[in-house]
Each structure stands twice: as C-alpha cells, then as structure tokens.
C-alpha cells in the first residue's frame, strides 16, 4: 500500500511537472514599435531598390517552427553582408501585426521587415512557410526556396553576391 500511494505521489508530481508553455527570455529594448504592410507595388519597389543586390526576400510566421530555425541565421549572414551586394528582406504572414513585432524584436532582426498583405501572399502563391524568393543581381527571380535555407547556405550565397567565395 505504501509503494502504491509513493507510486501515485511521483505519477502526480510528474503531471505537473511537463509539457508546459516554456516561458521566453524577454528581449532587451525592442528594435521596432510597427510594422509597415507591404503590397505588390512596394514589393516591386522593394525590387527596384536592391537592384545590383542578391536579395532574399523571406516570408516567415512568428508561429512557424522552421522560421525560428532560420532567423538566428538570416540575422547573422545579414550582419556579416550587409555593406556588401547582399540584403535581406523578411515579410511576415503574421494574422497579428503585434505577434509580427514581437518576433522581430525576440529575434533581434536588423534587416527590412514588413506585414505582407493577404494579396500579396495570393500574388506569389505562398503557401509554404518559410519562403524565400531568391533575385540575382539583375533583379530577376533566381530560385525559390520552400523550407528552411540552412545557414552555410545562406552564408554561401551571401559570399559569391559579394565576391568573397573561395
């Protein structure tokens, strides 16, 4: 009897022990306050902008475990590149333009942010999270990547847009 009630302790002790929310680190000062919703026009100005630039443009969610993934690698392949012919842009699917805020600011993102519309999702068929529309120098469409770009990849490309592949 008395091994059972021990045994019945620990199972209790246990079920209130797991599978809770992990709480997060808060973040220092938060790097951005809001958010600008981009449409198509301003993602063909975003275009027109970079010319002469490889730019990934990433559309992520501040809900989506593979975005996570990517971010601390897309944040630092940016810092390395950004001087260079190489830029970064992300574009939330985000519903809340605060979860949205808060992701960029969690992850301490240095590279242009905006909310994409739902027209402008529509547009480019983003059905895939993430998803990075890959433009050479040019401008044109070079690839488009479904799933996570892994950070030697990102770092790879990030190097031959600026002349320092080996």
């Known amino acids: 009897m008395k091994k059972l009630l021990i045994a019945a302790l620990m199972c209790g002790a246990l079920a209130f022990s797991g599978c809770g929310k992990k709480k997060e680190e808060p973040y220092a000062e938060p790097i951005i306050t809001d958010l600008e919703v981009m449409d198509a026009a301003g993602y063909d100005k975003l275009k ?12 992520f969610a501040s809900w989506c475990p593979p975005c996570k993934a990517e971010t601390p690698d897309f944040v630092s392949v940016y810092e390395d590149f950004k001087d260079k012919n190489f830029v970064i842009v992300g574009l939330s699917i985000d519903d809340s333009k605060e979860d ?22 529509r547009r480019y068929n983003v059905s895939k999270i993430p998803t990075s529309f890959i433009y050479n120098g040019d401008g044109q469409l070079a690839n488009i990547a479904e799933g996570i770009i892994s950070g030697p990849m990102l770092r790879r490309m990030a190097e031959m847009a600026s002349g320092e592949a080996r």
Do not use: C, H, W
Request: glycine share 2%.
């Open 48 to 59: 027109e902008k970079y010319k002469g630039k490889l730019m990934i443009i990433n559309f």
């Open 100 to 121: 949205a805020i808060d992701f960029v600011n969690r992850y301490r993102i240095t590279y242009p942010v905006y909310l994409a519309s739902p027209a402008l999702q």
